[in-house]
């Protein structure tokens, strides 16, 4: 038998605003597979997103769970209709697919803020940093993977770029500055390129110091990813098992919150480019 196809993030958030649609309506299964003229497990396939929609269904779906915001309806059409478009496609099956959905998350979000304490945010790393973070990895990677992890990462940051560059907030503490991924020198000289990123009109960067002392979570990398809508947020986490996907409103919530207090403990952007560069001069 052939491999399962693994599913994209992208597919598994669209099914399931398709079945929170359909349960905030009060409308069962049974109820949307009626309307929609097709068997109960086909609603089942579709809200686990391993079945497409048509654009058809999903708007005939939406009119009847009461959904009046007609910029969210659009964007779910657009996301059951542009799967396998981007260019991370060409790395499918040579990375992991969480690597492939961070990329479509990162192409496709309004706005970012990033929190990080243990290294430098991925879309501002040089290569030499970056390489020595994919060669820190336990079990260690291929170098050939390694090289295949550069280059994504690489084109991924094209989204701070272009005409319309993706405005973007970096809250690194004081523990990811002082981090000597790849030695002093090369440490140095992704401190620079900080310093440099942080001069673009959409890249605003900021620095927390180890003197504010606490800080919520627990060192754990958060992306905070607006959609086009606010229910289509998301917030991605770095794990040693792979990228965490989260849209529960509670869960945006949570880490909102969460951010919105890194930010309070965070320097101005002024002062986070001043205690940056004398770290830098430190190395």
């Not at 497990?41 to 769970?65: N, P, Q, W």
């Not at 304490?117 to 170098?143: M, S």
């Amino acid at each position: 038998m052939p491999p399962k196809a693994v599913l994209t993030q992208r597919q598994k958030r669209l099914g399931s605003e398709l079945r929170r649609m359909r349960v905030s309506a009060g409308m069962s299964a049974e109820q949307a597979a009626n309307l929609l003229g097709v068997d109960r497990g086909k609603i089942s396939y579709m809200e686990s997103g391993v079945r497409t929609i048509s654009e058809e269904r999903l708007r005939t779906l939406a009119h009847h769970c009461g959904c009046q915001n007609a910029k969210y309806v659009d964007a779910l059409v657009e996301m059951a209709q542009t799967g396998g478009q981007g260019w991370w496609e060409r790395y499918r099956g040579v990375l992991p697919q969480g690597l492939l959905d961070i990329a479509e998350l990162e192409a496709l979000t309004t706005h970012m803020h990033t929190a990080c304490t243990a290294h430098i945010p991925g879309l501002l790393q040089t290569a030499e940093y970056a390489l020595a973070v994919f060669r820190a990895v336990i079990p260690p990677l291929p170098e050939h993977e390694v090289a295949t992890r550069l280059a994504h990462r690489t084109h991924r940051q094209q989204v701070l770029d272009g005409e319309t560059p993706t405005p973007f907030i970096g809250i690194v503490h004081e523990a990811a500055l002082r981090m000597q991924f790849g030695g002093r020198q090369v440490a140095r000289t992704q401190l620079e390129h900080l310093l440099e990123q942080s001069e673009k009109g959409n890249v605003t960067v900021l620095a927390v110091p180890f003197t504010q002392g606490a800080f919520p979570g627990a060192g754990q990398t958060v992306l905070y990813a607006e959609g086009v809508t606010a229910e289509l947020d998301t917030v991605q986490i770095d794990n040693s098992h792979g990228p965490d996907f989260l849209y529960e409103p509670g869960e945006l919530a949570k880490y909102r919150a969460h951010l919105d207090r890194m930010v309070g403990l965070a320097l101005s952007e002024d002062d986070s480019r001043s205690f940056i560069h004398a770290i830098a001069q430190d190395l």
